[in-house]
Structures are given as C-alpha cells and as structure tokens.
C-alpha cells in the first residue's frame, strides 16, 4: 500500500510553517527514553526559570504573576509551535527597558495591545519567510544593542540593590530618563539601606560561586529561598526591608489564573503603538533566532526561523489575553535545557507546566523575597548580557565595526531601540557600502592583455591593438563606483578608440544604477563612433542585461562570454574601418 502523501498545498506551506512537536510525534519516533530526558529537564529549567520570570516581571514594572504567567502561556506555545527543538521562550531581560517604557507612556492596556500587534508583525515575518534575513543582522549592531539594554537593566536596578528611598522613608519612584535615573540615585544615596545592600550583594556573591558548587540548581534560586529567610528573620526584630509582598500584598493570599480578556484594539490605539510594537516585533525575532542558532551550534540540529517567527508570533498573541508580556526565545534557559538532556520541544512544555504547579500552589512564598534579592539577580544578568570580552575583542575590529557597535550602544541607552537599531542599519550599509567602493575598481588596458578569464590561471599574454582599448571592472558594478566611467575617461588624454571592450569577468552583479551608466556610456561612445563590446559576462549579469533590454539596445552579437572572443571581434571591427 502507497504511503500517504500530504496534499500539494500543504507540502508547500509546511516549508514555512512546520512546528518541530509536530514533525517528532508525525514521525513515531519519540520513545520512553526520550520522554524521561525532556521531563527531567523541563523540571530543572522550570527551576531555573522561577526567579528569573519573578525578576524580569517586577523589573519591568508589571506584577510578579504576570513575569511567571508570560513564562506559562508563552513558553508552551513557543515549545509546541515553535520551529527549534531545544528553545526555551519567556520573558527575558531584552525587554525590561522596552516594557516599562510602553507602561510609563501608554499603560498596562497599551502594552497589552502593543504585545498584540508585535505578535502579528511576526508571524508576518516568518510567512514572507524574514526568518533568514534576520539571522544576519551586522554583529556589532547586535553587540550595541544588547549592551546598551544590559546597562540601562543595570541602571534600574540601583535603587532596589541600595535599598534607596524617599527622604519620608516611602518607596522611591524613578525617572524613565537614562541620566535622570542616576540623578535620582545620587540625589538619594543619603537613604541607603544597609541591610537591602547586604542581601543584594549576598545574591550576587552566590550567583557567582554556587556554580562551582553544581550548575544543576541555580545559584539566583539558592539566594532566593536564603534572602526569603533572612527577610522573614529581619521582619521578626522589625528591620525593614521591602519585600514582594510589601509592594503585592494580594500574594499573601494565594492566587488564581486570570481568565482571558482581549486587549480593546482600535484604530487610534494601532498608530500609537505601532512603533513600540515593531521594536518588541524586531528584538522578539532577533533575540529568538540567535537562540536558536547557538542551540543549533551545541546539538547538531537545525532550527526552522520562518517557523520559529511564527511560532513567538502567536505566543505574544495569546500571552497577553492572559495577562502576559512579551516574550522571546531565552539563552540561558535554553542552554540549561541542551546541558540537563532535552531533546524535543517537550521538555519546555514540561517546564511551562512545572511552573504552572508552582504558580497554583507554592505562588504565597513569594511575598518572602528581597527587591534588592531580585536585584542582585538582575545585576548578575545584565553583567553577563554585557560581554565585556565580547566587546573588548570587537574594539580589535575595523574601525567601521566600532563605530557601529558606539552608535548602536549609546542610542540604545539615550534614545530608544528602534532609532538604535535603524540608525546602526544605516550606518553599518554606508560603511559597508564604502568598503566595497574601495575594493572595487575599475582600470583601463591599452598595451597588452591576458587572454584568460580566471583571474587566477596562467594565460597568454597580448598586446592590444592602438584602436582598441579594454575597460575592466574589478567588484560589482553597482551605484558606489558607476560614477568612475566617467572619471577614468575624463583622465585618459590618449587618442580616442574605434573599439571600447568592457571586460566584466569579475563583475558578480549590476544593480539598475550600473546599468543606467553602462547604457550611458554607450550611447556616449557611439556619439564618439566608438564600438562597444561586452566582454566576460556571467549567465547571472547576462540575465539583468536581457531583461532590462540593454542587449537589444548594444546588440547580442557584441556580447561575449570570453575575452578571446571579444578581441576576435575588436580586431574585425578594426579592420573592416581601414579597409
């Protein structure tokens, strides 16, 4: 009996839009075995990813439920639609300055909405098939970005880590400005908590020890139930230090999953918030996709990116109608996922339904921890988004690099993530564009020439006729360098040719301004009573000149794919003129 074939259409659009859960359990090899290994490390990840959810929840200026139900809702769907085996998705540190800066300006309803929308940008995405487009966004705009976001985490989490507050003793609010931030902070440094700084640089120092103890549990977690403890002690001999349940006090009281609400979208609220969503859409899609590729890496598989968009599309749709914020494939917890055994996209559902248990019912604990616990956790994490020796060797790269990794970095922490990334694009084009315009050249050959068309090879060498001139062009012909035509010709004082061949033997491409000046150069040249001939032309250029009508326009019987052939040709033009 014939296996069944899936329809056309279908197989089609599985290409782009193939869940990795559904192409394992499709094929009937998932086993027992493989069962145990994604359980077991789903649970560590869960572990690993309880604070961290708590952390970046409170960080970015929602309720501590909402970071741990982003983690529940979104990590399930990023798992189960996703196009990667191994990634982990949730609420991440990249969105902290993003989050509380669409809460300062629009509000818990517009965040909701904005998350919405970006959910929608990138399933777009992923169905224009972006996913390999986005995967090569320039390195040192990465870099910028990201470090500029670890900085600006760093710089809200002063206040918690000192303990700082108002001179009356009540809750300090801070500025949303990056400066005015750390104006505040020195305004109020008189208020330091001893007591906060000390939990906040115990976490710390346990972050960085405790994996030499093991890196199976976390240490952010170990200093968490230690911190909750010291908390409910300090309590007992009425020393104050503010904890999640002084800020939450419904926590106390257990909690319940919140049913469902759709964000009221409308017209007005979908051009306010289309920018801030299209910079969730962007770091939401970069972020995931570099995931994906350093899991890639580590396990030998490879990930689907226009799935994998899809799939964080659709969880920043749905993990708002929950409550939710938006949410992202996650390193840390990735590698944590590849390092304790998972296999599938099982092991971070597992992880989504640990957290969900512990949400139901362990969720009144929480209440015990330390802000300033929970910012020496996020001082740990923006230390390592930093990458100092990251940054430190990309100082060693060509000057171009740097000053799109500077750029890139202080519009970050001045201005806002989307004129970061834009401008870094800009400027990382025209530099790169510059670079091209100085390896491509184009020079003039009026002696003698070699009759190979491998730059490489050894070939016999000619010497050119006084009637023929030979115009190469070394690079791409393109709008960087098709303004030198005219300036070569303008600096040649010897007498004018009968035949002009334009050697493109190493000419990859011709974009429309390229073929703009090469049309102009013929036309000039057959007012001079110049003959052109085409000599070297790829199959690819051969193509663009077609469609563009250029060789009805020069003649197909001037075009040559060999420089032989075109001197051939020169030299019969020359002399049936004499004659």
Known sequence: MNKYKLPKRFRDWKTTFYPKS???????KYTKQLFIKDLTAGIIVG????????????????????????????????????????QIGGPTGAFIVIVSGILANYGISGLMIATCIAGVFLIIMGFLKFGDVIKFMPYPIIVGFTSGIAVMIFSTQIKDFFGLTNFDGSRLVIPSEFVDKWICYIKHITTMNPWATGVAVFTVLT????????????????????????????????????????????????????????????????????????????????????????????????????????????ANIVSPIFGGIPATGAITRTMTNINNGGKTPVAGMFHALFLFLIYIFLMPLASNIPFACLAGVLVLIAYNMFQLRVVKGLMRNPKSD????FVTFFLTMFFDLTIAIEVGILIAGILFIKRVMETSHIKVIQDEITRSEDPESDSIVEKLSKEIEVYEIDGPFFFGIANKFDQISSEIKSKKPKVRIIRMRKVPFIDSTGLQNLTALCQKSKKEKIQIILSGVTPEVYNVLEHSGFVDKLGKEFIFSHISLALEKANEIVLSLKS
């Open 22 to 28: 559904f192409e394992i359990f499709h094929s009937g």
């Open 47 to 86: 572990v690993v990813a309880l604070p961290l959810a708590i952390a970046f929840g409170i960080a970015s200026g929602v309720s501590p439920q909402q970071g741990l139900i982003t983690a529940i809702v979104a990590g399930f769907i990023i798992s189960f639609l996703g196009g990667s085996n191994v």
């Open 207 to 314: 972050g960085i020890f405790w994996q030499k103890v093991t890196k199976i549990i976390p240490g952010s977690l170990i200093a968490i139930i230690i911190c909750s403890i010291i908390s409910v002690v300090l309590r007992h001999y009425n020393i104050h230090i503010d904890t999640i349940g002084n800020v939450y006090p419904e926590l106390s009281g257990g909690t319940a999953l919140p049913a469902p609400e759709v964000p009221p979208i409308n017209m007005k609220a979908f051009r306010e918030l289309l920018t801030p969503a299209f910079t969730i859409a962007m770091l939401g899609a970069i972020e995931s996709l570099l995931s994906a590729m350093v899991a890639d890496g580590v396990t030998g598989k490879k990930h689907n990116s226009n799935t994998e968009l899809i799939g964080q599309g659709i």
């Open 402 to 405: 740097v000053i799109v990794f």
